[in-house]
């Protein structure tokens, strides 16, 4: 598996590198607003852009992973290798995970260092900060997941704008819904449906 895993990032390793530059940008927009004196306005105005963003990098990752995969014959190459397509999904999708683990843990513990140190102690801003947490972590896999079943469509334009539309339809929809429980459970079935017809897709499509 670990195999596998090390592949798979190899393979995607321009989406590592947009991920860790994406961390370092939202970082630098954090301390830069906060100390401007205007963290919270400023950052009401500019987060669903930078969210945008960075759920585009997660659904890039996804819908690449499967588009190379249809174009190269990557699975099929492993199969010669007595490797299960369980085993390459699975692999795959514990890469994507590790993609969104590492842009978004950094800006979150920047994020915590702000509302814990840098800020007034405010109880509001430390539990609308685990909510966000919470739901742009959702909001990844999602994005993520999504980008796991359009790259699997034939062509060339379904794979490279169906998630990106979806993205771009999701985010502002999730800004203004709110990120309460409501929200989280939403993006819950949302990765769960997406997830399974994905796998379904690539289980079942011929060599």
């Known amino acids: 598996m670990w195999t596998l895993i090390k592949r798979e990032i190899d393979d995607c390793r321009v989406f590592f590198v947009a991920g860790i530059a994406y961390a370092v940008c939202v970082i630098l ?10 963290a919270v306005k400023a950052l009401s105005s500019t987060s669903p852009t930078i969210l945008f963003f960075g759920m585009l990098i997660f659904c890039g990752m996804g819908a690449g992973q499967m588009y190379m995969d249809r174009t190269r014959r990557i ?10 397509r369980g085993a390459i999904f699975t692999a795959r999708v514990i890469t994507g995970l590790l993609l969104i683990l590492m842009t978004l843990v950094p800006v979150a513990a920047a994020g915590f260092i702000v509302v814990k140190v840098v800020l007034p102690p405010i109880p509001a801003y430390q539990m ?10 959702l ?5 993520y997941c999504l980008g796991l079943l359009t790259g699997w469509a034939p062509g060339r334009v379904i794979p490279t704008l ?3 539309t979806l993205t771009f339809i999701l985010v502002p929809i999730i800004v203004i819904k709110g990120f309460g429980t409501e929200t989280a459970a939403i993006l819950i ?9 994905s796998r379904q897709h690539f289980i079942s499509t011929s060599l």
């Open 29 to 38: 927009v954090l301390i830069s607003t906060v100390y401007s004196g205007m």
């Open 75 to 84: 699975s099929c190459f492993l199969s010669t290798l007595a490797v299960t």
């Open 128 to 137: 609308v900060f685990a909510d966000v947490g919470r739901t742009v972590f």
């Open 139 to 143: 909001l990844g896999l999602a994005c």
């Open 162 to 164: 169906g998630g990106a």
């Open 189 to 197: 079935a949302l990765t769960a449906v997406s997830l399974i017809r």
